[in-house]
Structures are given as C-alpha cells and as structure tokens.
C-alpha cells in the first residue's frame, strides 16, 4: 500500500492540538510546563502509528527516526511549543507537515537515507527568556553558565524547570551526536511578516536568517520644568531620541534591511517635565554583514551628530548581536524548484527576518533550508495569526516534494 | 524699638526647617503627612513670638494676621510642603519670606491696613495628585466631586487623609470668607527656571501665569516583528510620536512658548516588535491665550498630517487645561520698582511657566503678584534645587520693599 500524501490531515492535526493546548487567549504550549508536555504527548501517539524509533535527547528534544538505507540523515524539524496567547500555526505547523510526509515516507517502504522529524525544545524562549534552547544545544552553543542563571518571573531557575522534564543543562550539549550524520536540514513555517501577502505569493524559499543587532542608546540632556524652561535653554533628551528613530528608519531604507526602536523610556516620564535622560533600544538586521556592520555605524555616527547638536550625551550598550545566517545555496535552489513546481512555476526567494531553529543548524555546518509560506496581515505570536487554508496545503505539497529532492540529493 | 529687617534671619530660618524635615534624599513635607504637622508646628512656633492671631481655615490653610488700622487686607503667601525628595527653598522660602517681613512691619506697631501671612496647604499636590487644593478651595474651585474620588498610592482617599488634619472636604470652601477684605496678594518664590540665571539676573517681577493645555495623544499603527516586516510595509507608531515631537517644538518656537512631550509609550515596547501604538502627552504653555490655542490647533494640524503620511490614527484625549492668568498691572509695576531699588535700578519682568498659589488669587480678583529669585541652573523639585544666598537677601529685601508699598497703596 502506498499512502498519499494528504495535506488535509496536517490542518486536521494543527486543529486537533489547537483544541487540546488551547484557551480562548490562544495556544499555551509554552515549553516547560504542563501544557507543552500534553502536546508532546499528544504528537507521540501519533508518531506511535508510524515504523520509527522515538526518543528525546539530553537537551529535551523530541526525535522520530525511520531508518533509511544509508545511516546518512535528512532532518526535518521545528517546534511545538508556543509564546502564551500564541497563533495556531507559528512552530507546530512545521512538525505536523513533517509528520504528513515522514507518513508518506513511511508508507513507501525503507527511504534510501534515514529520516528524521525533530520537535525542538524551546524554541520561544517565553518561560525563561533563552530561545531556541534545544537547537542551540545541539549546535553546541547553549552557554551554559548564562543559561543556568535564568530564572521564570516566579523565581523559578531553568535548571530546575527543566529536570523535571528530563533534562539536566549540564549535559544537554551532549545532544551534538544527533546531527553526526546529518546531511540535510528542512524547516517549514509560516512567514511571520507581510512580504508573501503583499506580493500575493503562497509560498516563499528562505535564503538564510538576517544578521541582528541590538543595542541600548542613552541620551541624557537635563530634566526641566515644562513650564519654567524656555525652548532655548532646553537639552531634551527624548527630541533626540525622536531624531534618532527617524535617522534610523531612512539608514535602514538606504540599506536595504530593516530597523526598530521598539522600546522607549524617559526619566522622569511625567507630562510636566521636559525628559532628562531617554533610553531607547535599536534593533537593527540584514542578510549581509558588511551591509549590517555599515548601519550601526551609521545609526552610531548618527547619534552622535544629533546628541552633538542637541547638547546631549549619548553611551551605547550592546544587548544581542548575531551574524546573518546564510542557508545551503543548493538546497535553497531545491525549495525554489519544489515550490515552481506546485504552484504554477512562480517562486520567490526571501530572507528570514525573525530567528529559528534552522539558524543552529546551519551554523553547526548542517545544510539547511526553510520553506516559508504566507501570513495573513504578516500577524504572529498572538491568536489572529492565520494562514489561509488552501496556503497551508500548497506549502505541504511543497516541502514533500523538497523533501523528496533532498533525499535524492543525499543518496547520489 | 523698631527692628530692621534680617534677611540673613530667613536662611537661617530656612535651614533650620530642613534639618528638621529632611533626609538624605531632600525635604520630605509633603501635604498630610506628619512631616508636614512637623513643620507647621515648627511654623506655629515661630509665629507664636509675634502679635498676630493664628488660624487654620476649612481647607487646611494656617493664616497668621496681623491687624492693622483697616480691615482691608495685604496677603503674603506661599507654602511650607514639598515633593518627596524636594529642595530646600520651593515653597517654603516665600512663607519664610513672609515671615521676616511680618517680623519687621509688626515691631514697626499697628499698620495702616492688616497684614495677613498664609501657608496654603497642599500646594504640591504630590500625595493625591491634586494641586493648589488649599488656595483653590479659597477660590472657590476646588471641584469637590473630582477631590473626593482621589487616593493615594496605598489607597487612602483624599477626604480620609484630609480629615486627620481637621478638614472636611464638604466643606472646605467656606475658606472663601479668608479673601472677603483682601486687597493685595504678594508672593515670593524661586524661578525653578533657568532664565534669570541666563540672564544675569537676581530678581524678575512675575506678569502672570502661563495658560497651559495638557492633552494625550494615542497614536495606533501595527504592530510587526522587528525582523519579519520590510520597512515599506510598517505603520509604526512610534516614528509618527517621534516627529510629533519634533513637530512640537518648533511649533512652540514659533510662536513663542512652551511645548513638551514628557512621557512617552509604546506598545507592545519590546526591542523586537514595531510598536503598534504609542501614547505620548502634549504640555503648551503661553502667556497668552489667543497664541496658546493658535499652538494647540497647530499642534493638532501636526498630529493629524503625520497620522496620515505614515498611515497610523491619532485621538486626543485632554488632561488639563488653565488659561492664562495675568497678574495685576499696578501691582507688577510696584514689584519692578521694588527690584530696581534693591539692585541698582536693574529688573526684569518675566511670565511664569509652572502655576502657584497666586493664580488662584488672580483668578478670585486679588490683585495679585509674585516675585521670582533665580534658581540655579533652573533646578527644582529634587535635592539640588540652590539660590546664592546673596540672591535670597536681595529677594527678601526686594520683597520687603513691595509689601511697604503694596501697604502704602492700599492704604491709600
């Protein structure tokens, strides 16, 4: 009996979980907790119904393996587990379309590579603040000693959260061996952004992850009676933090990447006194370095011209700071061709703006494509997230079919 | 025996005050607490070796007066309480102020007209969030309804507060009756700006009041992922805040005022997210009413314009509004000439930015002034508020010689 493939069962499924980890604020899959482990409890017993071994490893992720012809492995991959009041789609989609073609894999008889399906451990970081914890164990660059300080707003430490699902920090990157014989990685989801929906495309091949960097900007002029000070006189520090944000968003044009003051703080923060101090952070990503590296020193010169002019002072702290990731040129060109392929010979090559599980991968030398497929209004993390239905199905269609070129790749 | 009047006396007054009812962190009376009972008591002591009666009216304002051959009245005041962590002189030097010149007219005998000192209670506002209660209430606007519904920070009601001290909300504008015979009021007061200091100035003789609007402007965009969403595809509502601001103070310099845009937020106000709305406050200020609303219809032309251009709403919302409030013609140029007889036929008249006591006079229709002392660096508020002592003589003097001729023009 050959199984079809059947993208229908992949929304069956999403609704399936959706209804068991879900409360009318949306999906509670966050790792470490009692919701999440439902989850997996869950996708286990569907996994039960398949030829494969199951296990977790030392850092808590979840694989299947179906044992191919040769021990040489293609992983697929992403992650159950959610932000609170999280969308329907945003990780799991991308282990339940794995599931559907690790099915109809598994229904042709033994593959000529191994297979394998991983549902990454927190991959949201929404507990404890440190995403993508699973991957980055296994690409061998957890930080531990950053790691084991980290704490839930209940005081709760990670260690400890973690150990009761199984997992001891310590050892966690002992999760490396799993990708030994990796030779391909595969990680379908959902956009997270407008771009495929304004262009109106379905599906989108992801060419690597944006390079970020994310920084603290101070301004501090002099807090002043609204009233008492004339304009003259004043060292706003907030007008300059206004310059600032605006600079940023036309260096950011310019460039060709994106730029964000997402958070602002003035001190004191009362409407009767002019802002003594200001902090804003800077949040700045590009797919090429140099082009990144060349809008923070812009954003930087920028800052201190307007502090300059303003009679402020300006310190800058360095919060995050991640190389852009650039993904398998072969494999991308297979995502691009197995997309041509089910939606009338129209692709479309993207960058990744947000993080996933697949930049560990890369980075650990595995190489590694993602599959994007539309967003509607490019809403994420919160319970509007939707992807219209018949997307969903085109996007499951697709990733068979690159999953299908990747094995062929692997075994020649 | 007629005493001269002390100016040195008022300092030391002043620092004997603040070791009493300060900390390392500044002066800490403020209103309805027993560090402010401590420095009335202190006060009442004072008052005690002088030939005046003491009262306490029904909102909570202590009135020291001094008969005089009329009932007609000449009014010196100010107020003993501060901000937590407040400075040495706001307030309190102008009843200090008061209190040497009330020395120095009652040891000259009975005056032509009474001679009235009042410490208004609760200037500050800083515990209920309602300022000028004790002055309003004697205006006969204190707004009861609004008074009542106010609580602290730990829940105490207004009314509850205010009764341990012997005021009955209810009641409280039966004050009113303190201002029947009044036919001047005089008060003295640190600038809490930088302008006179600016100037080389010691002394400024106050015009008015400006009027002030205070209006919340909610911006709304949508929100994005800092990474997801192409520049060209955002509607960030922080950006149209941003040149608001800058908008505004050049609308102010324009027309010669004040504006500023003291607190500022975002949501969701995390680094990684476009800010979907933000709410920032708009405070103007001018000396004149027909500028002032000619800025706040600029101002909402402004918001309005950049709403569009960058695809975001705007509401409004107001917080405050006062009109201007000119003090009396005749009475400034009284304190003019006291000023520039004191310092070699220098003055300087100047409006006041933040609002005192004396706009409830004026408002009532007591002729009305006040005499401003530079403040250093235009600090205020905090524990760094400073005067050079050779500024507070020059202002005691200076104020002496007003209140002579204030009494000379009532009596005339």
């Not at 050892?171 to 990685?185: F, L």
């Amino acid at each position: 009996m050959v199984a079809l493939l059947n993208p229908q069962r992949v929304i069956a499924d999403l609704r399936e979980l959706a209804a068991l980890t879900s409360d009318e604020n949306g999906a509670q899959r966050v790792a470490w907790t009692p919701t999440w482990a439902k989850a997996r409890d869950w996708y286990r017993a569907k996994l039960a119904e398949l030829p494969v071994e199951v296990e977790q490893d030392e850092a808590g992720n979840l694989w299947a393996t179906l044992r191919g012809a040769s021990s040489k492995a293609l992983i697929m991959g992403s992650h159950l587990d959610s932000v609170p009041n999280g969308g329907w789609l945003d990780g799991c989609l991308g282990v339940l379309a794995g599931l559907e073609v690790l099915r109809r894999i598994a229904a042709r008889g033994r593959p000529p590579v191994t297979v394998r399906l991983v549902d990454w451990a927190d991959e949201e970081g929404a507990r404890f603040g440190r995403s993508l914890f699973g991957s980055s164990a296994v690409a061998g660059r957890l930080n531990l000693e950053w790691v084991s300080r980290l704490a839930d707003t209940d005081g709760v430490r990670l260690p400890d959260a973690v150990r009761t699902f199984g997992v001891n920090v310590e050892t966690a990157e002992q999760a490396r061996r799993q990708i030994a014989n990796a030779g391909a990685y595969l990680e379908m989801h959902i956009e997270q952004g407008p771009v495929l929906e304004s262009l109106s495309l379905p599906l989108g091949a992801v060419i690597g992850c944006y390079g970020i960097e994310r920084h603290q900007l101070t301004f501090v002029g002099a807090a002043a009676h609204a009233g008492g000070f004339p304009m003259h006189l004043r060292r706003d520090a907030f007008l300059s933090a206004a310059r600032f944000a605006l600079a940023v968003r036309e260096i950011a044009r310019r460039c060709g990447g994106v730029g964000t003051n997402g958070r602002v703080r003035n001190v004191p923060d009362i409407p009767t006194a002019v802002a003594g101090e200001c902090a804003i952070t800077l949040d700045m990503r590009h797919m090429d370095a140099a082009q990144l590296q060349a809008m923070v020193n812009e954003a930087r010169a920028a800052s201190e011209a307007i502090a300059g002019e303003e009679g402020v002072s300006v310190a800058w702290r360095t919060i995050y700071q991640s190389p852009p990731q650039p993904f398998d040129a072969h494999l991308v060109d297979l995502c691009d061709a197995a997309i041509r392929e089910v939606n009338g010979g129209v692709s479309h090559r993207m960058p990744s703006g947000p993080g996933h599980d697949a930049i560990e991968m890369a980075w650990a030398g595995v190489p590694t494509v993602m599959l994007f497929v539309q967003s509607l209004r490019g809403l994420s993390h919160n319970k509007e997230e939707d992807t219209r239905p018949e997307h969903l199905e085109l996007a499951v269609r697709a990733f068979d079919r690159l999953a299908d070129k990747a094995m062929a790749w692997l075994a020649a």
